[in-house]
């Protein structure tokens, strides 16, 4: 995915930057928003863009990107409270919009929800709780919950398999690389991913294994 990238402020710009290619996405950046005004193409998956830039302000680029395709991705970033301004941004078309200031974390997950190609690999266990498949990550409310690895792995297993039931022969050859685990081992790494996650999205099926509903 390529992104542009429209924030004035020099070491904001800079610390985004940094973090969208340490995703591997390509990106461009302007501290102006006459820069890029005059640099919308058809190139760019997604757009970030501040509201208050110098030229042209950020809402006046959302408007001409939406006005050259409509289904083009743009986040809207912002120090602003004027709740206004928030709802100009939403009529002109944003997709999202995220208040300075933040955690960049928060921002990389918003720009991961909008990429078409990833959009599989997030799996949404409730409203406030999702997924990702591809990198093995929990996210509740927007932020990223701490796993261990084989919590993490158990997870991604239950997900893939929605619906029916993991045994332990399962859990032992996806998780433990075939090496044989006592069910009370078993039953100690579920109850620690369990107080991680919102109530009952795990469910037992007793002497068999576990499963996560459809």
Do not use: W
Not at 18 to 43: R, W
Not at 89 to 114: R, S, W
Not at 117 to 138: A, G, H, P, V, Y
């Amino acid at each position: 995915m390529k992104i542009l990238l429209l924030e004035d402020d020099y070491s904001l710009n800079e610390t985004i930057k940094e973090a969208i290619q340490s995703y591997d996405y390509e990106v461009d950046s302007f501290y102006d928003g006459l820069d890029a005004y005059e640099n919308i193409s058809s190139k760019y998956d997604l757009y970030i863009l501040d509201i208050n830039t110098p030229n042209i302000e950020g809402i006046d680029v959302l408007s001409h990107i939406k006005n050259c395709n409509s289904k083009t991705k743009v986040i809207m970033i912002s120090a602003i409270i004027d709740i206004e301004k928030i709802r100009e941004a939403y009529k002109k078309g944003c997709d999202d919009y995220i208040k300075k200031p933040f955690d960049i974390d928060e921002l990389m997950f918003k720009i991961e929800k909008l990429d078409e190609k990833n959009l599989q690999s997030f799996k949404r266990l409730d409203l406030n709780t999702t997924f990702c498949s591809q990198k093995k990550e929990l996210f509740i409310n927007n932020t990223q919950c701490d796993l261990t690895k084989n919590e993490r792995y158990f997870l991604h297993l239950l997900l893939e398999n929605i619906g029916n039931t993991i045994t332990h022969e399962q859990i032992e050859d996806f998780i433990y690389s075939g090496t044989s685990k006592s069910p009370d081992a078993i039953r100690s790494m579920v109850k620690r991913l369990r107080k991680k996650l919102p109530e009952n999205i795990i469910q037992n099926n007793i002497e068999e294994g576990y499963f996560i509903k459809n």
